[in-house]
């Protein structure tokens, strides 16, 4: 019989065995220590970590038991890797950190003009942002489209305020290695 300690990681609760939980503890202080980030933003970093632990957590686990244990806690520290890019406490370097994922569409709050509409479009469709925004003042010229296009995109889309959302917005899977690319935006 194990010991089973509950915890909550990104507002979800979860059971961990005695050993998983003490496994989760020592990745996430390697973790913490290998983060080349200000002090200041360590916690910020440390929480949408904790965020994305639960989100793998919840869909390694059924809906009914959600008792998490060694296996899944090693499995989901491989996934993540640490921020260096490095695996090294849990087995071999990140095959491919990188590869692309379907990306989803954002305004980009680090490359905005006014809202970040045309710069969250131009990263979605791999187009150059000036670009975008040239045409986008075309259309508001040409019988004032663009500006109704713009608000509602605005209000429709959802800003990439997160770590996890840039890179999804990128295109590259949320691992520890590509959100610390974009903590420090």
Known sequence: MKNIIN??????????????????????????AKLTVPELQKSEVMQEMEERIG???ASETSSGARVVTLPIVEKVAGVLGMPDGSNETYGAPNPNPTSREAKKLYRD????????????????????????RVLMLVAFIFGSAGLWIYIILWIVMPIADTPAKRCEMHGVPPTAENM???YNK
Not at 7 to 31: I, K, P, T, W
Not at 118 to 125: E, K, P, R
Request: hydrophobic share 40%; aromatic share 12%; net charge negative.
């Open 7 to 32: 915890v909550s990681l990104g507002g979800r609760g979860f059971a961990l065995e005695e050993d998983a939980y003490n496994r989760l503890n020592q990745y996430l202080e390697h973790y913490r």
């Open 55 to 57: 989100e793998l957590f």
């Open 109 to 132: 709050a680090d490359n905005k003009s006014i809202a970040g509409v045309c710069s969250g479009l131009a990263t979605y469709l791999d187009l150059d942002v000036a670009l975008v």
């Open 180 to 182: 610390s690319r974009f």
